[in-house]
């Protein structure tokens, strides 16, 4: 890789036909980038080609430069905007604590996990009132698939903490704060996931002040076996048949339990969240990992709409290969994302960072994604979401690939609309025995 530290002028030149800067080649950027002052712009480019070519893959200045830096690049260089799309805004204090050596895994956790964003998928379609099965773009627009894609990047816990904040001012720049489920919503299971993180890690587990007495047993219990013991399930008031242990029952027994806990909720909101578990736990056990009864939630989904993500992360404790092969293989596809070893220095693949965003969001107005009706933002250097944009579905509901370039005669579509109607009423007639109906074809072409 190849370093250089140059002024604001400097990074300006690189972007002109000839350039001549001096660069140093290191196997260490983080050690090699020397800024001798504050608005000193540090660069980083992969290999030489691309120094040739002169936008560099990723650029280092400190934290509090950030705003100011794209302010000045919105003006001085308008024609790459957003240049957080083909430049890696990185923050020169993570630069220090980021192991870019690291590829991407969160160990024991994976299945509650990737169990946690399918779920999230299913909810947020149900309670959109959408049909159609989640796919790979609707997983990874969840609040779980930024989190659990943050975690496997190896960022520290204390850091996550600014997640909630990140996502949901994206979510109502980008979607109008219309979505469902929102981060306020999951922070439990933000909390619950985290705390199987630390434990599988350093055995520590959930912090007492995350969660409500009766989650943070759960949360220790499905961290050390995958199920709950009958102290937590009493503590719950699951009510299991005959107070036996749920893996003693069968089938027909645990749907029936299910069935009793779902008739028996109260609509107490101090409770809710642990009702919300109670029911995914008790769906899950059913036929555990396998994703197979998450209908069964359907009726409790807009009183209890963390119900399902609750479902996935128990899902999670089961068998890995049930869990990855369920939806026809979307766990597999998920887990292919999460994994995804996105080096910190290479340029980025999103549409634009959160921090350009939060300086210009009229960009949405004009920004090019690369999937339509849909914004794929960097939430944290190598860490990016999708995000479905209002703007564009408000246009286009049904979320068809919109073109890039709308036709010169928008009254051309409604001709052929027309064409095609009649074409239609000649058909019918022709079924019914009747002559075609006569009309003026001029022009048409038969």
């Not at 160990?107 to 909810?123: K, N």
């Not at 009493?234 to 749920?246: A, E, Q, T, Y």
């Not at 578990?277 to 008790?282: V, W």
């Not at 049930?322 to 340029?347: F, I, K, P, Q, Y």
């Amino acid at each position: 890789m190849f370093v250089a530290s140059l002024s604001r002028q400097e990074f300006v030149d690189l972007f002109r036909d000839s350039h001549s800067i001096r660069v140093e080649e290191t196997a260490s950027p983080a050690s090699a980038l020397r800024l001798r002052d504050r608005s000193e712009i540090g660069c980083v480019w992969t290999d030489r080609h691309s120094v040739a070519a002169g936008l560099p893959s990723a650029v280092v200045i400190p934290q509090d430069e950030h705003r100011d830096f794209l302010a000045w690049c919105s003006s001085y260089l308008a024609p790459l905007s957003p240049i957080t799309a083909l430049s890696r805004l990185v923050d020169l204090d993570l630069v220090e604590d980021f192991d870019d050596s690291r590829s991407p895994e969160i160990g024991r956790a994976e299945g509650p996990f990737v169990g946690a964003i399918l779920g999230e998928a299913f909810a947020l379609q149900r309670l959109g009132e959408r049909s159609a099965s989640p796919g790979l773009a609707s997983c990874m627009s969840t609040f779980s698939y930024a989190l659990a894609r943050c975690v496997a990047a190896g960022y520290r816990h204390s850091l996550l903490d600014s997640l909630p904040r990140r996502w949901t001012f994206c979510s109502d720049i980008v979607e109008d704060g219309v979505r469902p489920l929102d981060a306020v919503e999951l922070d439990l299971h933000h909390q619950f996931l985290l705390g199987i993180h630390r434990f599988n890690e350093d055995r520590s587990g959930p912090s007492r002040a995350a969660l409500p007495r009766g989650l943070q047993g759960a949360c220790l219990d499905l961290a050390k076996k995958g199920e709950l013991s009958r102290a937590t399930a009493r503590r719950l008031g699951l009510g299991l048949v005959d107070s036996r242990d749920s893996s003693a029952l069968n089938r027909e027994e645990r749907f029936l339990a299910f069935q009793r806990y779902g008739e028996a909720l109260s609509a107490n909101r101090a409770e809710r969240e642990v009702h919300s578990f109670c029911l995914g736990y008790l769906a899950n056990s059913i036929s555990p990992g396998s994703f197979n009864h998450i209908d069964l939630l359907i009726p409790y989904l807009q009183s209890f709409k963390t119900a399902a993500v609750w479902y996935g992360i128990c899902a999670g404790f089961g068998s890995r290969r049930t869990l990855l092969a369920s939806a026809e293989g979307l766990g597999w596809r998920v887990l292919r994302e999460l994994l995804h070893w996105d080096r910190l220095w290479e340029r980025p693949r999103s549409d634009i960072s959160i921090g350009e965003l939060e300086v210009w969001p009229d960009t949405l107005k004009t920004i090019r994604t690369n999937i339509s009706g849909l914004l794929n933002v960097e939430v944290l250097p190598t860490c990016s979401v999708l995000f479905r944009r209002a703007d564009v579905m408000r246009l286009n509901p049904s979320g068809q690939q919109i073109e890039m370039f709308q036709p010169s005669h928008p009254g051309r579509p409604l001709a052929l609309l027309a064409n095609l109607r009649r074409d239609i009423d000649d058909l019918e007639s022709m079924l019914k025995g009747a002559p075609p109906l006569r009309r003026d074809t001029r022009g048409r072409s038969d």
